[in-house]
């Protein structure tokens, strides 16, 4: 093992070298590589539980290289079974994020488009977002707990098959009356597909984040969740409050109203039509500048 890495070593220090004393635009092409993977990898790490993992694996690979400068052989010998099978466990401990990373990697927008029946028609994705709209803000006043995803690059079949397949046209009445109390659908999730209600009472992941407030509850924990692991958006009308959220990113935004709500679906349905708005936007003369959420 101690052979291994000061192969790794000798060859880290040759291609520095080599980097220095002869370069080409291959070796600044590598390293440029090599850079963004890592940032990518470090960016991906950030702000989930393996980040604390991976700063200490790092720990584990300093005491190591500093066990055997300073040759304390029992330390330096225990280091080394420990990181004998460190690969199999990065594999274990990483394997959430690994599977994260991997879809985000297989994303492809123009594989979606070229494939997906979703329609093009501007006045029927309107209607869509109208409809979703107010079968919403219609829950949210009357406090009627919900829960709705809609579906981005990453496919839910697997959520899907967990619920009630419907494949119907979106439509206020449909919602509402899905997530009506005491009726068969209404605990679960709604899964949006194509801008087509494709399944109800579906079951979600909750998310293990310990830094979610106590005051959300499942719902709020399963609409989060989803997120955190696919590109998917979650709209959650709050049962005790009547406060509509969405969750995105594994990060969840509250007190939208149906002007804000609204923006949301036309930024995810209508990309390019909400990329001129914003455009438009910040051409406007005397425009102030906008609220942060």
Not at 183 to 191: S, W
Not at 283 to 288: E, I, M
Request: charged share 20%; net charge neutral; hydrophobic share 50%.
């Amino acid at each position: 093992m101690v052979a291994g890495l000061s192969s790794i070593g000798a060859q880290i220090a040759s291609l520095f070298s080599t980097l220095f004393v002869q370069p080409n635009w291959r070796d600044f092409l590598d390293l440029a590589l090599v850079s963004f993977i890592i940032y990518q990898i470090i960016r991906m790490f950030m702000h989930t539980r393996a980040n604390s993992l991976l700063k200490g694996v790092g720990i584990l690979l300093i005491a190591t290289w500093l066990s055997d400068v300073l040759q304390l052989n029992i330390i330096n010998w225990l280091l080394l079974q420990l990181l004998g099978s460190g690969m199999l466990l990065l594999v274990i401990l990483f394997q959430p994020e690994l599977r994260r990373g991997l879809e985000q990697i297989g994303r492809t927008g123009w594989f979606r488009r070229v494939f997906s029946s979703v329609s093009n028609d501007e006045k029927a994705v309107r209607a869509a977002i109208d409809e979703v709209v107010a079968a919403l803000t219609k829950l949210s006043g009357r406090r009627v707990g919900a829960l709705v995803v809609l579906e981005g690059e990453t496919g839910l079949a697997d959520v899907e098959e967990t619920g009630t397949k419907i494949d119907a046209a979106i439509s206020a009445a449909l919602i509402e009356n899905i997530f009506e109390p005491n009726t068969p659908l209404h605990d679960g999730a709604v899964i949006i597909r194509d801008m087509r209600v494709a399944a109800a009472a579906c079951i979600l992941q909750l998310s293990e984040d310990n830094s979610i407030s106590r005051e959300l509850g499942t719902r709020h924990r399963a609409a989060i969740g989803v997120t955190e692991t696919t590109d998917a958006v979650s709209l959650i009308v709050s049962e005790e409050t009547g406060i509509i959220s969405a969750a995105r990113g594994g990060r969840l935004t509250r007190r939208l109203d149906a002007k804000s709500l609204g923006a949301l679906l036309a930024e995810l349905w209508l990309p390019e039509d909400a990329a001129a708005g914003k455009a438009r936007k910040k051409k406007a003369p005397g425009d102030g500048e906008g609220e942060r959420q």
